[in-house]
Structure formats: structure tokens, C-alpha cells
T-cell receptor, first 114, second 116 residues
Framework: GESVGLHLPTLSVQEGDNSIINCAYSNSASDYFIWYKQESGKGPQFIIDIRSNMDKRQGQRVTVLLNKTVKHLSLQIAATQPGDSAVYFCAENAGGTSYGKLTFGQGTILTVHP | KAGVTQTPRYLIKTRGQQVTLSCSPISGHRSVSWYQQTPGQGLQFLFEYFSETQRNKGNFPGRFSGRQFSNSRSEMNVSTLELGDSALYLC???????????????FGQGTRLTVV
């Protein structure tokens, strides 16, 4: 039958605003998480990662928060710029024998208006 | 430092044919993973190689296979192509640390495969 495309959540912000992108994960055994940014026609670009023994990690203009109790991950982008417009994916790895296997979320489309 | 290089960038194949895609990881990285990205299913894990050995495999049919060479370069092969194999195929490289040790994975630009 005909496949149905994923309906990605969207977030629309004004330039200079802060953006928060959320992700729920399902595997309580996951111990490593990554956020990726994907622009049209390109591969996913690594933004920031966090291990399960942390609940917050900061990078340049980005912060990742991890709440293991509710299995929730968020990416905060400060002073969002038009160049931040892209699809953002969270990815998780369960550790142990899950070598190199990242399980991706469906993605969120971020649109930044000048 | 060069990033992950995938070749070719675009391919058009006919149903029933087979195809080979190539991935050169970042220098020093020993782990290469492959993913399929489609609008309907998103990003899905195919398999992972480390030191020429497949360590992990996703839920894809046997028509999808791969290998890794001693220089860590990897190829994936899809035989008997179907229309549904049309997708962006991505590879990611990482150091591939000790058991249970996760390291950052960096992606290439992907190969856009169209099956007609």
C-alpha cells in the first residue's frame, strides 16, 4: 500500500528568540544521546551529546537537558538565527552490545523568521 | 581534517539491479554505521562495522549487506533493487571505543538512490 510520510512537528520562531526542541525516548536502557541538525540535501550534522550520568550539558549557544525519570530530552538554542533553520533529530544508543546503533526520533522542523 | 566521504552522491538504478555504495570515515575512526533515510520511515539503522567485523545489524532483509576494509573504508551493497529501496543512504563514522563506550558519530552527505 501507499506509505504515509512522517508528520514532523514544527517550531517557528523569530530571529533572536530562544528555541526549545523536545524529544521523548522509549528505551530506559539508553545511556547516550545525541542531537543532530539536518539541512536540506545534507547529512545530519552533530550538535551536542550527553551521557546518562549527566542531566545537562552546554555547548556554544546550545544546551541539552536530559530527564531520565520521564525519558525526555530537550535541545535549547539561544538567540536563534536564520541559519539554524533545519530539521533537528534526537538519537539514542542503548550501550552494551548496541554498537554504533543510533535510534532516531522523527525529527522537528525549526523555521527561523528574520 | 576531512569529514566522512560518501560516493557517489546520486544514483539511479532499475528494479532488479544491484548497487554498491562507498563510505570513507574520518581518519582514525574505526567504526562505520549505515542508515537508510526515507520520508515514510525516517532514519533507520542498517548495520555497523568495526575492524572489518559486523558488530550490529538492523531489521533489513538480506538483500542489504556490507563490508569494511582494513583501512576502515566501508561499502554497502543492495541486491535485487526494489522501488521501495529509493532513499538517502547515510554512513556515520566514530572512534568505536571499548564495549559499552559510546563516542560521537559524524555523518557523511549521503548517497541519494533512486530506483525506477
Amino acid at each position: 500500500g501507499e506509505s504515509v510520510g512522517l508528520h514532523l512537528p514544527t517550531l517557528s520562531v523569530q530571529e533572536g528568540d530562544n528555541s526549545i526542541i523536545n524529544c521523548a525516548y522509549s528505551n530506559s536502557a539508553s545511556d547516550y544521546f545525541i542531537w543532530y541538525k539536518q539541512e536540506s540535501g545534507k547529512g545530519p550534522q552533530f550538535i551536542i551529546d550527553i551521557r546518562s550520568n549527566m542531566d545537562k550539558r552546554q555547548g556554544q549557544r546550545v544546551t541539552v537537558l536530559l530527564n531520565k525519570t520521564v525519558k525526555h530530552l530537550s535541545l535549547q538554542i539561544a538567540a536563534t538565527q536564520p541559519g539554524d533553520s533545519a530539521v533537528y533529530f534526537c538519537a539514542e544508543n542503548a550501550g552494551g552490545t548496541s554498537y554504533g546503533k543510533l535510534t532516531f526520533g522523527q525529527g522537528t522542523i525549526l523555521t527561523v523568521h528574520p | 581534517k576531512a569529514g566522512v566521504t560518501q560516493t557517489p552522491r546520486y544514483l539511479i538504478k532499475t528494479r532488479g539491479q544491484q548497487v554498491t555504495l562507498s563510505c570513507s570515515p574520518i581518519s582514525g575512526h574505526r567504526s562505520v554505521s549505515w542508515y537508510q533515510q526515507t520520508p515514510g520511515q525516517g532514519l533507520q539503522f542498517l548495520f555497523e562495522y568495526f575492524s572489518e567485523t559486523q558488530r550490529n545489524k538492523g531489521n533489513f532483509p538480506g538483500r542489504f549487506s556490507g563490508r569494511q576494509f582494513s583501512n576502515s573504508r566501508s561499502e554497502m551493497n543492495v541486491s535485487t533493487l526494489e522501488l521501495g529501496d529509493s532513499a538517502l543512504y547515510l554512513c556515520a563514522s566514530s572512534f568505536g571505543g571499548p564495549v559499552g563506550m559510546n563516542t560521537e558519530a559524524f555523518f557523511g552527505q549521503g548517497t541519494r538512490l533512486t530506483v525506477v
